[in-house]
């Protein structure tokens, strides 16, 4: 069935250090890639997203990349700020039928130090 | 202006007791989902509802679940029965409708976190 795998499950850094959270789907017609944030309390909020004809996308100091042959894609955090600290979730969504679900990972908790 | 809202925020209830979670979607959004989140976990998927469509219910994980969205707006999730298990944070999502359904961004309300005793 549709599985996505997150790790790591949780991550320190130091602030101004880098964060890298990765992901890997199982279902090959997944053609849409969301990355959120959920802080304590509040529901997930989107971060940024990619789809499966697109390699890399960037905004700011967030960027993610895409592997369709390899099933992966990976979620990079630059110039970390103790304000992103949160939980991350990844997720996939299949190209096929009008269902609009969303796969999610098990989440990672990030720590930023300041 | 106003996101998704759920009500209530928190919900403490005896096992065996049937509940009721309310979820106001984003005037305009067609589409409208739920997903349970239990402690440390990610978000499992429930049900999604898309306009007149019939709902896709391949995610509830039992019959004691059930979804309604009336008028194509508020939507209830009923559990019946409450178990132990069923505790957990419960978040409703909605979103727009486009050419391109596999890319519209879901917006998520802040969940009801539901015990039960």
């Known amino acids: 069935g549709e599985n996505v795998e997150q790790h790591p499950s949780t991550l320190s850094v130091q602030e101004g250090d880098s964060a890298v959270i990765k992901c890997t789907y199982s279902?090959?017609?997944?053609?849409?890639f969301p990355w959120y944030k959920q802080e304590l309390g509040k529901g997930p909020q989107l971060i940024i997203d990619i789809r499966s004809n697109v390699g890399e996308k960037k905004d700011q100091r967030i960027a993610v990349t895409l592997n369709k042959t390899a099933k992966h894609f990976s979620l990079h955090i630059t110039e970390t700020q103790p304000e992103d600290s949160a939980v991350y979730f990844c997720?996939?969504?299949?190209?096929?039928?009008?269902?609009?679900?969303?796969?999610f990972g098990q989440g990672t908790t990030l720590q930023v130090k300041p | 202006g106003a996101g998704v809202s759920q009500s209530p925020s928190n919900k403490v209830t005896e096992k065996g007791k049937d509940v009721e979670l309310r979820c106001d979607p984003i005037?305009?959004?067609?589409?409208l989902y739920w997903y349970r989140q239990s402690l440390g976990q990610g978000l499992e998927f429930l049900i999604y509802?898309?306009?007149?469509?019939?709902?896709?219910k391949s995610g509830l994980p039992s019959d004691r679940f059930s979804a309604e969205r009336t008028g194509g707006s508020v939507s209830t999730l009923t559990i019946q029965r409450t178990q132990q298990e069923d505790s957990a944070v419960y978040l409703c999502?909605?979103?727009?409708?486009?050419?391109?359904?596999?890319?519209?961004?879901?917006?998520f309300g802040p969940g009801t976190r539901l015990t039960v005793l």
């Open positions: 279902d090959s017609a997944s053609n849409y």
């Open positions: 005037s305009g959004h067609t589409a």
């Open positions: 999502a909605s979103s727009g409708t486009s050419l391109a359904i596999s890319y519209n961004e879901q917006f």
């Open positions: 997720a996939a969504r299949r190209r096929s039928g009008n269902t609009g679900k969303l796969i």
């Open positions: 509802f898309q306009g007149n469509s019939a709902p896709d």
